[in-house]
């Protein structure tokens, strides 16, 4: 994954949803507890899932977002 720096200023990472979860169950799973799929502003984790965005984050959960 690509290193970049995150709006809080601390170093993060940069990829295609696909590249960072291992599967749609997998990103599904962190959508039920972290609502993932509403921080990159979709609908339901398919949508999001489908789109298949570019998304940074960090160790900070609001680096999480689509580029």
Same mark, same amino acid.
């Given at each position: 994954?690509? &290193?970049?720096?995150?709006?809080?200023?601390?170093?993060?990472? &940069?990829?295609?949803?696909?590249?960072? #979860?291992?599967?749609? @169950? @997998?990103?599904?799973? =962190?959508?039920?507890? #972290? =609502?993932?799929?509403?921080?990159?502003?979709?609908?339901? /984790?398919?949508?999001?899932?489908?789109?298949? /965005? !570019?998304? &940074?984050?960090?160790?900070? /959960?609001?680096? =999480?977002?689509? !580029?």
């Amino acid at each position: 994954m690509k &290193q970049v720096i995150c709006r809080s200023g601390i170093k993060g990472w &940069q990829s295609r949803l696909h590249a960072v #979860y291992t599967s749609f @169950e @997998e990103f599904a799973a =962190y959508c039920d507890i #972290y =609502y993932n799929h509403t921080r990159l502003g979709f609908e339901s /984790p398919e949508d999001a899932w489908d789109a298949n /965005p !570019v998304v &940074q984050g960090s160790v900070l /959960p609001g680096d =999480y977002r689509k !580029v």
